[in-house]
């Protein structure tokens, strides 16, 4: 261990109990819930056998009133939830880690879709979740039940075998809406003065800990800010004080932002590593008990200075526990080099807003860790001494070089460009998106470990050379290019556009010139950064999608509304609702996506296209019939994100020579 990250290692005492070091995987959802208990206990079980000395659950349900569906959350509702979270506890203790529970209520923001209970909130309110409900308000006799529920689901907690159980204010989510003058106007006891505001969260405090007595550590996640100005909660104002009120009632401070999901977990694109901080360091100043934050940290020195400087006590981490579990271990073992660093590109966040299991860009194995046995550090060895061509070093041949030299093969990787990296390259140059490039920097790092891996740059293959190399398996990571005929998502209808650009010519480098409109109709990342881009260098861009948004499928990585404000804010013009259909005498012809209307023309010198991907596969189709062993990954075999193509890469690894196993599901108990 570098001794300079020593301190990151010193237990720490929470309450009745200690952690073994300061490295805190904070509460986060992995889109398993209570239906696939063994599931979850598997990835907590591999967080703490990385070294996270604090390891927690994602959000706990204490009541059927408080329904996420059709978003997988956990449950506390009976005795039969104890021996399900029982395995996650027990899974997380085997490596000596502390156990952590996030006991949660939704309010105004559960929809109970799936209980069809009315929602309760603070006051009557719209539902809080794109829902057109509305939630009741809560009486006295309702206020009496939740902090029920709060300690009944404590007591379980406690018997499933938990070290820590929170008391949950973040997120927006009920113990938040009486705190916030912007959804608590009641005129009662627990309205008006942010004394009385604070009235319920104290009595859950208070009531929580004589529940789960002198043996479990009470934790209180805050969130400090809602980022709505003097209207909300800040940070200066009575987020200081709600803390200055409950200072040394809890055994913990968890503290983050409000005002949604995003705000707390804003990606890289929007944000720096420690970006909080400016928000929660004032927390340790208040209060004698340990805290914790979270700021997407990967830096060893960063987390040291964090600690050193008094941010707080502990490292919190969600998404970069979700890269690499491992990631405490690696620093105490001096290989911090081999950190697999969190990109933040919130792959992870569209899992849980798509309501499937978790996922990760860097980490493929996350979330497959029961489900196929995968885990992060580990691979089977190939039982035979043979040779593997990998035609291809983007993301998938990357990441298949990396896992087939693992399992020991010897591999050879052939490129056309002059370094790896293929789309990497190009997309990590575009604004705010600098830090996926660690998806080519890790790769390339941890292969050059390897002896048995040889990179080949400059090395364009036709079907014969790759006949002539003699491998025993060849794996195509030919890529993907952009399409040009404007055949989108919306728009299914291959057009022709006379000298129109796709994002591969503009990152070649080809003019750009007069009025730019970037058609979209793939509604990822591409057409909106580049927009951003462009615009930043000087350019009139005018940004046309047929969808009512920009970058309408950022809505699931929790992105899309910053994505809008950068792109006003850079004089990007916005048309929403248009098809593009021609290109004639420098006007883009568009028609209305919802009537099929045609609308007046749109000025436009350069048209840049980011409709849709195709493969690169024509080596493919040449060597098909033609080898025993041949195979596509990545973008290759279908196109679609850097985390589905490294996925694919890393399956394939991982399955060459051994018996398909039948996908394996964790199925309900008949009654």
Same mark, same amino acid.
């Given at each position: ?45 591999? &967080?703490?056998?990385? *070294? ?15 329904? @996420? ?34 006991? /949660? ?10 209980? $069809? ?7 009557? !309110? ?9 939630? =009741? ?13 709060? #300690? ?6 406690? #018997? ?30 627990? %309205? ?15 009531? !929580? ?11 209180? =996640? ?6 709505? %100005?003097?209207?909300?909660? !800040? ?42 901080? @400016?928000?929660?360091?004032?927390? &340790?100043? +208040? ?36 890269? @690499? ?39 493929? !194995?996350?979330?497959?860790? /029961?489900?196929?046995? /995968? ?12 040779? +593997? ?31 790896? %990296? ?13 830090? /996926? ?5 890790? $790769? ?95 350019? =009139? ?44 005498? *420098? ?8 009537? *099929?209307?045609?609308?007046? %023309? ?29 195979? =596509?990954? *990545? ?37």
């Amino acid at each position: 261990m570098d001794p300079a990250h020593a301190i990151l290692f010193e237990p720490v005492k929470i309450g009745p109990v200690t952690a073994p070091n300061r490295f805190y995987q904070t509460p986060h959802a992995t889109g398993f819930g209570w239906q696939r208990p063994q599931a979850g206990a598997a990835l907590r079980g591999v &967080k703490a056998e990385g *070294g996270w000395g604090v390891v927690c659950t994602e959000y706990c349900s204490v009541h059927p009133s408080s329904d @996420d569906s059709p978003h997988a959350f956990l449950t506390l509702w009976g005795e039969e939830d104890v021996a399900p979270l029982a395995a996650t506890a027990d899974a997380i203790h085997r490596h000596g880690a502390l156990a952590g529970v996030e006991l /949660w209520h939704g309010g105004g923001h559960a929809a109970n879709r799936m209980t $069809r209970l009315p929602s309760m909130a603070p006051m009557v !309110t719209p539902a809080m979740y794109h829902q057109p409900t509305t939630s =009741r308000a809560m009486d006295l006799t309702d206020i009496r039940e939740f902090r029920r529920w709060q #300690r009944e689901a404590a007591v379980r907690a406690k #018997r499933a075998g938990f070290d820590i159980v929170y008391v949950y204010a973040g997120h927006d989510y009920l113990p938040f809406q009486f705190l916030s003058r912007r959804t608590n106007q009641r005129s009662d006891a627990y %309205g008006g003065s942010l004394e009385n505001r604070v009235r319920l969260l104290r009595e859950m405090i208070e009531e !929580t800990r004589e529940a789960v007595g002198d043996t479990c550590a009470v934790a209180l =996640r805050l969130a400090v800010d809602e980022l709505q %100005g003097p209207a909300g909660i !800040t940070s200066e104002g009575e987020g200081r004080e709600v803390v200055a009120l409950l200072a040394e009632l809890p055994d913990l401070w968890d503290v983050n932002l409000a005002g949604g999901l995003g705000n707390d977990s804003k990606s890289a694109r929007f944000s720096d590593e420690g970006f909080q901080e @400016d928000y929660v360091r004032f927390v &340790k100043g +208040v209060t004698g008990k340990p805290v914790v934050s979270v700021g997407r940290f990967t830096s060893p020195d960063r987390m040291v200075s964090q600690i050193k400087r008094g941010v707080q006590d502990f490292i919190g981490a969600a998404r970069p526990s979700i890269a @690499d579990p491992f990631l405490p271990a690696k620093i105490r073992e001096g290989r911090a080099d081999e950190i697999r660093e969190c990109i933040g590109c919130n792959i992870c966040r569209a899992a849980n807003n798509e309501a499937v299991s978790l996922r990760c860009t860097q980490n493929p !194995t996350m979330g497959e860790e /029961w489900r196929k046995g /995968w885990h992060p550090e580990r691979i089977a060895v190939y039982p035979r001494a043979e040779k +593997v061509l990998v035609v291809g070093a983007g993301p998938a041949g990357l990441e298949a070089a990396l896992s087939l030299g693992r399992r020991g093969l010897e591999v050879s990787v052939a490129f056309g460009e002059r370094r790896p %990296g293929g789309r990497v390259n190009r997309e990590s140059t575009l604004p705010g998106l600098a830090t /996926w490039g660690r998806v080519r920097d890790w $790769r390339v790092t941890m292969i050059s470990k390897l002896p048995n891996v040889t990179l080949f740059p400059e090395s364009v293959m036709t079907a014969q050379d790759v006949l002539g190399f003699g491998a025993d398996h060849v794996v195509l990571a030919t890529g993907s290019v952009w399409r040009r005929d404007g055949m989108g998502v919306v728009g299914m209808t291959a057009r022709e556009f006379p000298g129109a650009l796709t994002p591969d010519d503009v990152f070649a480098g080809a003019k750009v010139q007069g009025p730019v409109v970037i058609y979209d109709d793939e509604h990822y990342f591409m057409a909106g950064a580049l927009a951003e881009r462009l615009a930043l260098a000087g350019h =009139r861009v005018t940004y046309v999608t047929p969808q009512t948004m920009a970058s309408a499928w950022t809505v699931y990585t929790d992105e899309q509304g910053f994505v809008q404000q950068r792109l006003i804010e850079a004089g990007v013009r916005l048309e929403f609702g248009r098809l593009a259909v021609r290109l004639e005498g *420098g006007v883009l012809g568009t028609d209305c996506a919802h009537t *099929g209307r045609e609308l007046a %023309g749109l000025d436009c010198g350069t048209l840049i296209l980011a409709t849709g991907r195709v493969p690169v596969d024509g080596l493919y189709a040449d060597l098909t019939g033609q080898m025993a062993s041949l195979a =596509r990954v *990545g973008d290759c075999l279908m196109p679609s994100s850097m985390a589905d193509a490294i996925y694919s890469a890393h399956r394939f690894a991982r399955e060459l020579g051994e018996v398909e196993v039948p996908l394996r599901r964790e199925m309900p108990p008949l009654r």
